[in-house]
């Protein structure tokens, strides 16, 4: 049974912080691209910022400066450190799995909310 299991977010003031870390089990991690998808009410979901093992990362040019994503493929986690948050960045928070052969081969988590607000 695959599971993506995100943590870490929560409310937070503007230029704030928050680090979110999503936890992978049933999957052969290094053989799938981990990414950070957003959506806020409303609006559609989009992708935050990706990475394959081995590789750099891909960003969205609204968090380029301000987020970074990381991975520990020893444990089957993918992080995002945001920095500089504001309300705009207000969404629930998806972690993604999308195998780097099989694109069908795709999984979500539940979501966290991140709420920037003052």
């Known amino acids: 049974q695959v599971q993506l299991v995100e943590s870490g977010g929560g409310l937070v003031q503007p230029g704030g912080s928050l680090s979110l870390s999503c936890a992978a089990s049933g999957i052969n991690f290094s053989r799938f691209v981990m990414a950070w998808y957003r959506q806020a009410p409303g609006k559609q979901r989009e992708l935050v910022a990706a990475?394959?093992?081995?590789?750099?990362?891909n960003y969205a040019d609204f968090v380029k400066g301000r987020f970074t994503i990381s991975r520990d493929d020893a444990k089957d986690t993918v992080y995002l450190q945001m920095n500089g948050l504001q309300p705009e960045d207000t969404a629930v928070y998806y972690c993604n799995a999308r195998h780097l052969a099989y694109n069908l081969i795709n999984y979500w988590g539940q979501g966290t909310q991140v709420t920037v607000s003052s």
């Open positions: 990475q394959t093992r081995g590789t750099s990362a």
